[in-house]
């Protein structure tokens, strides 16, 4: 890949990661665990923890932090005022628009892409944000810089609405951040340097590739180092069941993966909620095993759901980094097939029949341990427990979204889904309703995507057919009144808005507009054959 050569991104990367900014030769300071930053998200100075530490210092971090020391027990200190005078809000990214009531959704969406584009970015001085070489979509809403997975579904609107090279850009983008920092953070901010998000840009290339499969081989260095990312530690496994890093032995020359988060400490953006939450803990470790398991539960995507709660436990018995995923394990059989098929195509066969073994072993384990035949449903595997997890989620649809079910269970999972999932606005994320966002009754665009294309897969197309169409009536109805696109929407009770989680309901939004469009180009081209 060709990258700007304006920024020094290595620099800014380096004095950033962590949080942490160099103060002299041999010391660090770690700005998230300062007094200043402490008191600020839990006297709730914003509303919305993520805000402050996506304000940008006038100073470095260190300074501000002295100051503050010496003057915050001093009559008269105020908080908010200290705040307002020593940082300063330099995004670039709230949406100030008003919707035209008279264009259609669709034309809303396109008209959507430039106001939710940023990029190439400069390098903002003492800023959280890590700088991109090319331009990009952002979500929306309080998501004011590039996310992992979003992308993806936001990439398949944008070739589907015929903005190539912006999602192209998208693609080089991720590329530029593998090649740098050696894997894709959650988002591009440095408190997000601590985990990644669903590896979703293999999945990111393939899409660029449909009209050129040689497109696979430019980013098939990149593919193979991200990979390497996520199977950091495995040699040092051993003996089944054990876990390093993002790796788990399953059986001797069989991993399979988790979500992790190398922090034991509460999340910088959510601070004060993670505190709040594990109070009652009186153990260190308890605290720095909840911390780790939340970390991991944002690496997810699905932050948060009672699918990482332990059996009959709620929020705080969350224990995300225990848990083998169906979603993340399936992400890394597609990356190992397309490794195969780039090294395939190279002539370097060696390789690929490696790749290809590593598939094919990894498949296997994942149905033996993620399908029960009784219930006819994929479920997530708790390895320290050696049990499936026994929650019913969309997860289930990935091994048709990739083709690692059998028709017959594709069958029996279709069945379930249609019976239990299916809503009037679309597919419910889980059967539990717990006030958590990643649960009933909500139903998110990615998750419809996955499924709508692993029931085309084995042949469903009148299933499919009605979720969209299901989906996409949600979207329309929500933005007839609203004139806006929403992260999430509720499935269940379609005359409410979707709820739950740490922050509100926010609007844009990427993943949505591109889903929507997505839909939009399959149903015509579904309607065409049914025809």
């Known amino acids: 890949m060709k990258y700007s050569k304006n920024v020094p991104f290595l620099i800014v990367f380096f004095l950033v990661i962590l949080g942490c900014r160099e103060e002299n030769k041999t010391e660090t300071f770690n700005y998230y665990e300062s007094q200043l930053f402490k008191d600020v998200q839990l006297q709730a100075v914003f509303e919305d923890s993520k805000t402050f530490v996506d304000l940008v210092p006038n100073s470095s971090y260190a300074e501000i932090n002295k100051a503050y020391e010496e003057q915050y027990q001093k009559d008269g200190f105020n908080l908010k005022e200290f705040v307002e005078d020593n940082f300063s809000d330099k995004s670039t990214a709230y949406l100030n628009f008003s919707t035209d009531t008279t264009k259609t959704?669709?034309?809303?969406?396109?008209?959507?892409?430039?106001?939710?584009?940023?990029?190439?970015?400069?390098?903002?001085?003492?800023?959280?944000?890590?700088?991109?070489?090319?331009?990009?979509?952002?979500?929306?809403?309080?998501?004011?810089?590039?996310?992992?997975?979003?992308?993806?579904?936001?990439?398949?609107?944008?070739?589907?609405?015929r903005q190539e090279l912006l999602a192209t850009n998208m693609v080089d983008n991720f590329a530029y951040l593998i090649d740098t920092l050696g894997f894709i953070p959650n988002g591009t901010r440095n408190y997000y340097l601590t985990r990644s998000q669903p590896p979703f840009f293999t999945l990111m290339v393939e899409a660029l590739s449909r009209k050129d499969s040689t497109i696979l081989l430019n980013y098939l260095p990149q593919i193979e180092k991200e990979y390497n990312y996520w199977m950091r530690g495995a040699a040092e496994n051993s003996a089944a069941y054990t876990s390093n890093n993002r790796v788990v032995k399953v059986e001797d020359n069989v991993f399979l993966n988790r979500y992790w988060d190398s922090g034991n400490t509460p999340r910088p953006e959510s601070y004060k909620e993670d505190v709040h939450l594990a109070r009652d803990l009186k153990e260190r470790d308890a605290k720095e095993k909840l911390y780790t398991n939340l970390r991991s539960g944002a690496a997810s995507g699905w932050d948060f759901s009672s699918r990482w709660y332990a059996a009959g436990g709620e929020f705080e018995s969350t224990s995300t980094a225990d848990i083998l995923p169906i979603d993340l394990n399936s992400l890394l059989y597609f990356m190992e097939i397309q490794l195969a098929d780039g090294y395939r195509q190279k002539g370097l066969e060696e390789d690929a029949n490696k790749f290809s073994s590593l598939a094919s072993?990894?498949?296997?384990?994942?149905?033996?341990?993620f399908w029960d035949e009784n219930s006819g449903f994929f479920f997530d595997y708790n390895f320290v427990k050696k049990e499936r997890t026994r929650h019913y989620t969309l997860a289930a649809?990935?091994?048709?979204?990739?083709?690692?079910?059998?028709?017959?269970?594709?069958?029996?999972?279709?069945?379930?889904?249609?019976?239990?999932?299916?809503?009037?606005?679309?597919?419910?994320?889980?059967l539990k309703n717990t006030g958590q966002q990643w649960d009933a009754p909500n139903g998110w665009a990615p998750l419809q995507w996955m499924t709508v294309h692993g029931l085309l897969n084995y042949g469903y197309k009148e299933e499919a057919k009605d979720i969209m169409e299901r989906w996409l009536a949600s979207n329309e109805r929500v933005y007839k009144n609203t004139g806006k696109m929403m992260e999430k929407y509720n499935v269940e009770d379609i005359s409410l808005l979707s709820g739950g989680g740490e922050y509100s309901t926010?609007?844009?939004?990427g993943w949505t507009n591109g889903v929507a469009i997505g839909f939009r180009v399959m149903l015509e081209k579904l309607n065409e054959a049914i025809d």
């Open 506 to 509: 926010q609007d844009g939004f």
């Open 361 to 369: 072993s990894r498949k296997a384990a994942m149905l033996e341990l």
């Open 105 to 161: 959704m669709y034309e809303h969406i396109s008209s959507m892409w430039s106001k939710l584009s940023r990029g190439p970015d400069v390098v903002l001085e003492h800023s959280s944000r890590l700088a991109l070489p090319k331009s990009y979509v952002v979500p929306g809403g309080r998501f004011k810089e590039i996310y992992y997975w979003d992308s993806y579904f936001t990439i398949e609107g944008l070739l589907a609405d």
């Open 397 to 430: 649809a990935f091994p048709m979204f990739f083709e690692i079910a059998s028709p017959e269970q594709a069958e029996k999972v279709k069945e379930m889904l249609l019976k239990d999932f299916l809503k009037d606005g679309g597919l419910l994320t889980t």
